[in-house]
């Protein structure tokens, strides 16, 4: 059974840090490229960052860039969301997801999701 598995959201100030962790199980995810995902309530879905298993290429939305970094440590099957400086309007449930497609912005290319983490920035 495929499972994500996120952690690590919560309260936090502005310009405050957070780590993120999605720990990934039940198949082989070293041809699909993972992905950040997060949804403010009211708002669509929307693509935050992503990472190839194999090679380790990155992706970012324009509006986290510079400010979030994400990762793998492929012996763990972990993936990582560090996010600094983070401001009120990164308030969201923050998502995992993998895909067959590599860096793809579109939920609905991501065949595997998480059940998301909560964060929230206080102003």
């Known amino acids: 059974q495929v499972q994500l598995v996120e952690s690590g959201g919560g309260l936090v100030q502005a310009g405050g840090s957070l780590r993120l962790s999605c720990v990934a199980s039940?198949?082989?995810?070293?041809?699909?490229?993972m992905g950040w995902f997060r949804q403010a309530p009211g708002k669509e879905r929307e693509f935050v960052a992503a990472?190839?298993?194999?090679?380790?290429?990155?992706y970012y939305a324009d509006s986290v860039k510079g400010r979030f970094t994400i990762s793998r440590d492929y012996a763990k099957n972990t993936v990582y969301l560090r996010m600094n400086s983070l401001k009120p309007d990164d308030t969201a449930v923050y998502y995992c997801a993998a895909a067959r497609t590599p860096f793809v912005t579109t939920p609905s290319f991501y065949n595997y999701w998480g059940q998301g983490t909560q964060v929230t920035v206080s102003s």
């Open positions: 990472i190839k298993w194999s090679g380790g290429s990155t």
């Open positions: 039940g198949r082989s995810f070293s041809s699909f490229a």
